[in-house]
């Protein structure tokens, strides 16, 4: 399996820089590394920051979620398939919530080929003590990329004072308490930070992405026996918890020859006939998913 780690935060926090200092560590041992990078406008400008040895792939135009979720997993599926790499980099855009990136990387498509090791988000200082100043929807994405982080770069801590480098990381950490923060200017960190990431591990019955012991945000892999009813199954969606954000793959239904394609996200679903028979499998990720009751029981492999 290759690794996946994916770089968030808010637009101009250093995500590039990051990139860039990653790449270089990572060519220094050895491992060669792919970037996927997701960029809001259509000319791919922070894309100029990989070199010509790295595969790259570009995503314009839009966010690693929703519909741009399928264009991730096209372009996941040609580094896999075209692209000799051992480890791989996905830059979002500023504006995506790192949920809505996740969901992205976690498609039942890739769950045996690819290990979700975490999210690392950019968080810049300086605008974290002008973040009273931001829009309300924009405050609230720039502390949800903070939120879900399983490792957090506190970056351009040199444009600060003492006293304000301590009150900020405080700060972050009391919003986070789960991940590691580490103090940088220009995004420098050590790789060993990222290999000390936990990888995703396997049970006999369920996968599970638990980036790291104590943190919330995780996946779970749930592959089902048997059809199930589709009304018994949309009641079922209609009693999660607040605390479950996304699922994602093909729910094999009663009088159906195929699994259905099914898509969840705040609350709202949406079915597609699939064509083909794919594997009845679905990924939850959401907050202590582990702890999660699943309609249907699950294969023993």
């Avoid at 040895?53 to 896999?80: H, N």
């Avoid at 444009?159 to 405080?170: F, G, Q, R």
């Avoid at 580490?182 to 996968?207: D, G, R, W, Y």
């Amino acid at each position: 399996m290759k690794d996946v780690y994916l770089l968030s935060g808010f637009l101009g926090s250093g995500k590039t820089s990051l990139l860039s200092h990653l790449i270089e560590q990572f060519k220094a041992e050895g491992i060669k590394p792919a970037v996927i990078m997701n960029e809001l406008g259509k000319l791919a400008f922070d894309s100029r920051a990989v070199d010509n040895e790295v595969p790259l792939k570009e995503m314009l135009e839009g966010c690693i979620c929703c519909t741009g979720s399928e264009k991730m997993e096209a372009q996941l599926q040609m580094l896999l398939e075209g692209e000799e790499f051992d480890v791989l980099l996905i830059e979002t855009t500023g504006a995506a919530h790192p949920v809505e990136a996740m969901d992205a990387v976690l498609s039942p498509l890739f769950a045996s080929r690819l290990n979700m090791k975490g999210i690392i988000t950019v968080a810049d200082c300086k605008r974290w003590l002008d973040r009273d100043k931001m829009t309300p929807q924009t405050r609230m994405l720039f502390l949800e990329q903070i939120k879900h982080a399983h490792l957090i770069v506190a970056n351009k801590v040199d444009l600060l004072t003492d006293a304000e480098i301590l009150n900020v990381t405080m700060q972050i950490q009391a919003l986070n308490d789960g991940a590691p923060i580490i103090q940088t200017s220009n995004s420098k960190i050590p790789l060993k930070l990222l290999k000390n990431m936990e990888a995703t591990f396997h049970e006999k019955e369920v996968q599970k992405a638990a980036i790291g012991k104590q943190l919330s945000l995780s996946s779970r892999l749930h592959t089902f026996i048997e059809p199930l009813d589709q009304e018994a199954f949309e009641d079922w969606v209609r009693k999660l918890p607040d605390t479950i954000y996304r699922m994602k793959g093909y729910v094999p239904l009663k009088g159906h020859k195929n699994p259905f394609l099914f898509q969840y996200a705040y609350g709202m679903v949406q079915w597609l006939p699939e064509y083909m028979k794919m594997s009845p499998e679905i990924v939850i990720i959401g907050d202590q998913v582990d702890k999660l009751e699943i309609i249907g029981d699950v294969r023993n492999d």
